[in-house]
């Protein structure tokens, strides 16, 4: 029995749970708000480049570590003719889109982000609009994208002046289509159904692409569970992933709850695993990759402070929800990003949402300045230090009491290995409003050697501002060696997320 100051985290090198998947550090850019007008795109400022992409983002881009960006929504996509932002940029229409109520002026599309993703390394991730067009619309945009030449939509990318074939691999099938927000939204059969024709027609275009189907939009959707099966049932054997979308805030000053956020995010995951295995055996599924997780959307989100989209004033690429965060916020995303390495054998691929001024870690001004969110320093540390494998961590912490999730563990940990440098990266939450002193067992690594630790807690909080998120940071904090150089003590401040680093002997 552990004291509530105090907790074990124990690692085993041989006990793990397959690799970390790189496209886990993902994120999406969706025409909302300024995540592509004056974020990623704006011609005139003075870091633009030749193709008006600002550097000072892409400069930050690179430093958050990401490894994928979906494209073009989020709710946008089931209102956009991805034909509208093709050829010359004078000929593009101006169109009202209904799901923001702003004016889409269509200056950057499907060639622009390709051009912008590859150049920044970063792999694409394409959602189709299955809400108000259907399965050819989806089948001509896999072969604008696809296709080396020689067909009517390759040609026309070819006259736009990408020769060669984009080569997109991941492929969404249409956003959210169980909110009854969304434009087409739809019953999960008829969903299923559209998604199992255009995900045909799609892979006839290109038989290699992946193929994502949307589950859930949240785990208290009153259709969660009964959407996904019946989704599965229809589209089962002609996807790869189901998707899930979780955003995460603090109700009414209830700490405790929002910090134990990445409890709830494991029982979504779990939740959802057990529906995809469910029906596969119900279904006798002789598939030789089980479908996987694609958990597309994720974040910390005010969402309750905001109208619904109808009660917002038209308007040009104006703001849209842009989030000012606070430390508290960044102890959460990286109790969600244990979350996901926790769940790394089936959750494949993640999506911070979004990457730049809506709901992101980075902050532009229109013609101006650009800073860091507090949420931008747990990304980039885990997407950086999580390498190999994910071990699975032994945790006997005290349980704390939370009104909307239960009881929780008050120490959170995950971390990876990776068997060809010998390096090793854990990560723990501590959710107790006391400090928690951690007796981190790595018994079974050799010659370790902890290089670093460095924390963010609550308490650096502050006022939600710019000024207090520019100038934070993740601080260093001491371990001790223990145990004859077997285990290490490490005690975290209330409120803290924290990232230790280690070095020890590889298997090469
Ligand atoms: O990321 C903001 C919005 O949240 C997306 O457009 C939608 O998919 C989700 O509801």
């Known amino acids: 029995m552990t004291e509530p100051g105090a907790a074990v985290v124990a690692l085993d090198r041989e006990h793990h749970r397959g690799a970390v998947d790189h496209r886990l550090f ?44 979906r494209y073009p929504g989020g709710n946008f996509v089931s209102g956009y003719d991805w034909r509208d932002g093709i050829g010359p940029r004078e000929q593009r229409p101006r169109r009202l889109d209904l799901a923001w109520r702003s004016i889409e002026t269509n200056q950057v599309g499907t060639d622009e982000f390709m051009s912008w993703a590859r150049a920044r390394g970063v792999e694409p991730m394409l959602a189709v609009n299955l ?7 989806a089948a001509a945009l896999v072969e604008y994208c696809n296709v080396p030449e020689g067909t009517e939509w390759s040609e026309r990318r070819r006259r736009n002046g990408a020769l060669k074939p984009h080569e997109v691999k991941l492929w969404c099938l249409g956003n959210e289509m169980d909110g ?41 959707m009153p259709t969660f569970g009964y959407w996904e099966s019946a989704v599965l049932e229809a589209a089962g054997e002609h996807i790869d992933y189901i998707s899930m979308h979780a955003y995460y805030e603090e109700h009414d000053g209830d700490r405790a709850s929002f910090l134990a956020s990445g409890a709830s995010m494991d029982s979504f995951i779990e939740d959802v695993t057990a529906t995809i295995d469910a029906v596969a055996a119900r279904r006798r599924s002789k598939r030789r990759r089980k479908i996987n997780i694609s958990f597309d959307e994720w974040n910390v989100w005010y969402q309750s402070r905001y109208p619904g989209s109808e009660a917002m004033a038209i308007d040009i690429a104006g ?57 931008f320093h747990p990304f980039a540390a885990v997407a950086s230090a999580a390498r190999g494998h994910s071990l699975v961590t032994r945790v006997s912490a005290t349980e704390l009491a939370t009104r909307r999730y239960g009881d929780v563990p008050a120490v959170a940990a995950s971390a990876t290995h990776d068997p060809t440098t010998g390096d090793v990266a854990v990560f723990l939450t501590n959710r107790a409003p006391h400090p ?51 285990s290490g003590c490490i005690t975290l401040p209330p409120h803290s997320w924290t990232v230790v680093q280690a070095a020890t002997a590889s298997t090469h």
């Not at 870091?47 to 994928?68: M, N």
Request: hydrophobic share 40%.
């Open 436 to 486: 928690v002193t951690v007796d981190l067992k790595h018994s079974g690594f050799e010659r370790w050697m902890t290089l670093s630790a460095l924390h963010i807690a609550a308490d650096d909080r502050g006022p939600r501002d710019r000024a207090t998120a520019a100038d934070l940071r993740l601080t260093p904090l001491s371990v001790s060696a223990a145990e004859e150089g077997r």
């Open 131 to 137: 809400g108000t067009a259907g399965v050819l619309d």
């Open 26 to 69: 993902g994120s999406f850019v969706e025409h909302m708000g300024r995540c592509v007008y004056t974020g990623i795109y704006e011609p005139t400022h003075p870091s633009a480049d030749a193709e008006g992409f600002r550097g000072d983002v892409s400069a930050l881009v690179r430093e958050l570590g990401v490894t994928l960006v």
């Open 319 to 375: 703001p849209r929800i842009e989030d000012q965060y606070a430390a508290l916020d960044a102890v959460v995303v990286g109790d969600l990003l244990s979350s996901l390495l926790n769940h790394s054998d089936r959750v494949k691929i993640a999506c911070l949402a979004q990457l730049v001024n809506v709901i992101a870690p980075i902050m532009t001004e229109p013609g101006g300045a650009i800073w860091r969110q507090p949420t």
């Open 180 to 220: 009854p927000w969304q434009t087409g939204h739809t019953t999960a059969q008829r969903y299923g159904a559209l998604a199992s024709e255009a995900a045909k027609a799609m892979r006839l275009v290109d038989p290699d692409i992946e193929l994502v189907a949307c589950g859930s939009s949240s785990h208290d």
